[in-house]
């Protein structure tokens, strides 16, 4: 650590304090911002919001579950309870969120009244009513924090950088322990290219949040990015020290271990994901990836087209469907490859995601596209096709790390060079690896990985 970099430690460690006591000092004037009669209740709630501010998703349920018990009538409990189980539950949330409709809203807190409005607004996917209950309530209250996340959330839900890091900022100004907002910076630089920036900014996460595990996960996803692997593994694992349920790290170690081609690590570390309860699904999904990465990194493409098929694409997981297609296409497999494109195009299309998720789909097809395209020997349709992928990826997004905006510009260089580009081809191949040398220092055969 540099004597500038303590330094900037002690000015933060101290912006931290001066922040914690305001906010102490908030919530002892502030008791009752939230209706219930219960302490039992109103305690196991802000613990709940605790839980979902570390990204600790089991604990919130827990504490949630008790605040409602504790108060059957605590309505905001009610609606955080519910948000949280909607997709491990969806009978008993559906039944809370009937419950919370029928809140007599004239009892509650501002604040009580707007998040059960917007929240409820938004289950009934009416996202132009949930907007202008935001907005009407944000021009009353601008520095609630609760609405003003919302905000900032809505922004990021569509990728809208610029302004959601001018919205989070502002978030941490008017409250600095909303350490959400400290991680989404990082990952919005990250998403931009601004490496330098989005580790510092994770850096600062580490050190505001010393006792939570989404720090060391944040700072391990940049760290994979650009090509620091054996950092990116410590920070992985310190994450899972200190908390060994948190399902993303065993994630983002496995994606890990698949850049590397060290499979035998990739199958540990699902064994171990799937001793906790909480992430046994996830690691069903993550085994798909190893098994189909495996098999293409040892050249065995009907191994690869199998475990494709056989339920693996069900599963709508991005890698799973780039390596299926390349399998599909070098058994030619034609048709076969074409439902896989299908498949793609669908999801491209369906109205049900949000715009960032189908733009990612819609990249995922332009790389198949090329993939085919390349094969064929259309190379200059290939680099078109290539480039509209390049032109929708970020080096982060909602859909996941930005390691596939590489393996695209890799072939990418591959298509250029094929089409007598050579010049063009060397210079993406430079700025490959000026983000991750060892991504960068792969050849054509590397980009059969996505």
Known sequence: MTRNRTLLYIALGAILVLGLVAIEVIRQTDQHRWTTGSEVARSQFEDCLDAMMKLYFGDAVTHCAEAVKADPDFAVAKLFYARLISHRNPKEAK?????????????????????????????????????????????????????????????????????????YRRVLKID?????????????????????EAEELFDTYRYVAPDQANPHDSLGELLTLIGRYDEAQRELASALSTRAD?????????????????FDD??????????????????????C??????????????????AAEQGCLDRKIGDVFVIGFQAALKLGK???????LERVRALEADPKLPLTARDTWAAVRNHLEGLEELQ???????????????????????????????????SLAEALTRAGRGTQAAAIRKEIAAVNPKIGRSGPARTELP
Not at 246 to 262: I, K, N, P
Not at 266 to 287: G, H, P, Y
Not at 379 to 407: H, I
């Open 95 to 167: 039944r809370l969120f009937k419950q919370v409709r029928g809140t007599d809203l004239r009892r509650l807190t501002p604040r009580e009244r707007f998040l059960i409005e917007y929240h409820l607004a938004r289950h009934s996917q009416d996202q132009n009513l949930a907007s202008q209950i935001l907005s009407d309530y944000l021009s009353v209250h601008p520095d609630d924090p609760f609405a003003l996340n919302e905000r900032c959330a809505e922004l990021w839900k569509e990728q809208e950088m610029k302004d959601a890091e001018e919205c």
């Open 176 to 196: 600095p322990n909303w350490v959400e907002a400290q991680n989404r910076l990082g990952y919005a630089a990250m998403a931009q290219g601004r490496f330098k």
């Open 246 to 262: 948190f399902c993303a790290s065993y994630e983002h170690w496995t994606q890990l271990d698949l850049l590397r081609q060290r």
């Open 266 to 287: 990739a199958e540990r570390r699902l064994t171990e994901m799937r001793r906790q309860n909480d992430c046994a699904k996830a690691a069903e999904s993550l085994a």
């Open 289 to 306: 990836s190893v098994a189909v990465w495996r098999a293409a990194a040892n050249g065995d493409w009907n191994q690869a087209w199998s």
């Open 334 to 340: 034609s048709g076969d490859a074409e439902k896989v």
């Open 376 to 410: 064929d020997g259309r190379n200059r349709d290939a680099v078109l096709s290539f480039e509209k992928a390049d032109q929708k990826l970020r080096y982060w997004s909602t859909a996941g790390l930005g390691t596939f905006k590489l393996f695209n510009r890799l």
